[in-house]
């Protein structure tokens, strides 16, 4: 089975600081990683996804994520961050079937001007 | 890309009464759909799921009951919320997955919930 800790249930910082979501993951086999941004009222979107490959990824809105897998960590950055950033954040593994996903607890993030 | 419409986007009903969301993928075969339920400042609870034609497979805990899924066809999935209480209030997702979808990319794909309220 896997679980995904998201330890930070809520992040304020100025805008266009950077910013850093923590996620770590546990699974007892290999999983695909993902970062989805949830909007109040709405469905989630994907920013970003490590599957294979280069261990950092780059997704939308000028995000990306490092890949680490003796910290077993999967953490979101961005350098400086906007107002419309605002929102909340999940961290998500899912097996390489993509039969099940598993998300954490959510991240919000509160951009203050 | 691909799209995954959900409806209605808020529903209020009286207690008793029962609720069907729907969930259509617009532009791919969903061959499989997941169910979430999402608590206020909590994630993503999966609920059911389902793959067309089969039976929804339910999460511990999750009244099959109560929250009856229907997976008759590739485009759509409906949850109908059963003799509903206040306490069945949440924020609904579905999410959809199958061919068509571009899956390596972006292997799931969401509707934009709906929001129940029960009086």
């Known amino acids: 089975a896997q679980s995904v800790t998201q330890l930070d249930s809520q992040v304020p910082v100025f805008e266009e600081a950077p910013v850093e979501l923590r996620c770590n993951y546990s699974?007892?086999?290999?999983?695909?990683l993902f970062w989805y941004v949830q909007y109040p009222n709405q469905g989630l979107q994907l920013l970003l996804k490590y599957l294979s490959g280069s261990t950092l990824v780059k997704g939308i809105n000028g995000f990306e994520a490092e890949f680490n897998k003796s910290q077993t960590s999967f953490h979101l950055r961005k350098p400086s961050v906007h107002i419309s950033d605002t929102a909340e954040y999940f961290c998500?593994?899912?097996?390489?079937?993509?039969?099940?996903?598993?998300f954490g607890s959510g991240t919000k993030l509160n951009v203050k001007p | 890309g691909a799209v995954v419409s959900q409806h209605p986007s808020r529903v209020i009903c009286k207690s008793g009464t029962s609720v069907k969301i729907e969930c259509r993928s617009l532009?791919?075969?969903?061959?499989?759909m997941f169910w979430y339920r999402q608590f206020p400042k909590k994630s993503l609870m999966l609920m059911a799921t389902?793959?067309?034609?089969?039976?929804?497979?339910?999460e511990q805990g999750v009244e099959k009951d109560k929250f009856l899924i229907n997976h008759a066809s590739l485009t759509l999935s409906t949850l109908t919320v059963t003799s509903a209480h206040p306490e069945d209030s949440s924020f609904y997702i579905c999410s959809a997955s199958g061919q068509g979808a571009s899956s390596y990319n972006s292997p799931l794909h969401f509707g934009n919930g709906t929001r129940l309220t029960v009086t």
């Open positions: 532009d791919f075969q969903a061959t499989t």
């Open positions: 998500a593994v899912s097996d390489r079937n993509f039969n099940k996903f598993y």
């Open positions: 699974s007892s086999v290999s999983v695909y």
């Open positions: 389902s793959n067309e034609g089969s039976k929804a497979t339910y």
